[in-house]
């Protein structure tokens, strides 16, 4: 793996490389030169920077609520620590997958290792379940068997300090993937999220057994398990609908904007799919059958610089051109398309 310094350089730009050729289906290949660093790499580095800066501070915080654990006897705390130690160790696979993705192309995997993001998300929402099933056990047992929980002003202090951690980490994968278009990282930001709120929630606990109610340290527990099995669900979702192609509503409207944009082109039929962090997009345009193929080649070339200029996130546009009277289901409700 590069030095830190290295890939500051790189995202500063320095020791940049020409962006890989696109291609287009049934007319030959056009060159496409960004002129800037390869985008793959430069979010992938990103990715991981992110990965690592958040499973230091997970372990950190979940290492300070451990000791506040054995001192207090807390079963809220100690489910907020088990969760906290599954987010850190969710890390692991996203970092193998963002290793991974940096691959090139083979002949066995033509696009690449992408999709090992998915299932590095598959594996989170495992963990994630696992930290859900154990620390629902331990609320329920402690609400037939209940235990005296002291040190309520450390175990009001180890609920802050998990709120801070996890809303930290909560900002370092949300905006970065973002940036790098991964919707396992986004997930597993908004679950950091999730996680610092019901840090919060021992907090409440602890003040309900400082006020002479025992039982509020359990009940807070049970409904921390409650939410993680909320976070189960939506991150479940999130992840699946990426690994059966599903693609948001807005990339296709983008796609129909984008084309828009050039003169004499209509989209017949236009599709994409993340693989990974990086968008394709297989597109049937249709243009004056009059025109002489050197024409309608510029139009292609047209739309594509429009695609990679309106779509950030896109790595491939495959154009091709179909008759102008052909119709396509996909192209249904977007001939009127308005930005």
Do not use: C
Request: negative net charge; hydrophobic residues 50%.
């Amino acid at each position: 793996m590069n030095s830190l310094g290295a890939r500051i350089l790189d995202w500063f730009g320095f020791g940049a490389r020409d962006h890989a050729a696109h291609g287009h289906g049934g007319h030959g290949s056009h060159g496409h030169t960004h002129g800037v660093i390869d985008a793959t790499i430069t979010t992938t580095d990103r990715g991981i920077w992110a990965i690592k800066w958040s499973f230091v501070i997970l372990a950190i915080t979940a290492a300070m609520q451990m000791v506040v654990v054995v001192l207090s006897g807390s079963v809220a705390l100690l489910a907020d620590t088990i969760h906290n130690i599954g987010d850190a160790t969710t890390a692991i696979p996203l970092w193998i997958a963002f290793i991974l993705a940096r691959r090139k192309p083979s002949p066995t995997f033509p696009y690449g290792l992408g999709r090992v993001e998915d299932l590095a998300g598959i594996i989170i929402v495992g963990i994630i379940l696992f930290s859900a099933i154990v620390a629902g056990y331990q609320a329920i047992d402690r609400l037939i068997n209940p235990r005296v929980v002291t040190h309520l002003g450390w175990l009001t202090a180890a609920g802050i300090v998990g709120f801070l951690g996890n809303e930290a980490v909560a900002v370092f994968r949300i905006r970065v993937g973002r940036e790098i278009n991964s919707a396992a990282l986004i997930a597993d930001g908004y679950h950091a999220r999730t996680d610092g709120l019901t840090s919060l929630a021992v907090v409440f606990g602890a003040l309900g057994v400082w006020l002479g109610f025992p039982l509020a340290d359990p009940i807070v527990g049970l409904l921390i398990t409650l939410a993680i099995f909320g976070i189960v669900w939506q991150s479940a979702r999130s992840v699946l609908t990426r690994m059966l192609d599903g693609i948001e509503p807005d990339v296709i409207s983008e796609i129909h904007h984008a084309a828009a944009h050039v003169p004499g082109v209509r989209i017949v039929d236009a599709r994409a799919r993340w693989i990974g962090h990086k968008l394709h997009a297989d597109i049937a345009i249709a243009v004056d059958e009059s025109l002489p193929v050197s024409e309608a080649r510029k139009i292609t070339t047209a739309l594509e610089d429009e695609l990679f200029e309106h779509m950030p996130a896109l790595a491939a546009a495959n154009i091709r051109l179909a008759r102008a009277d052909a119709d396509h289901p996909h192209e249904h409700g977007h001939s009127e398309h308005r930005h």
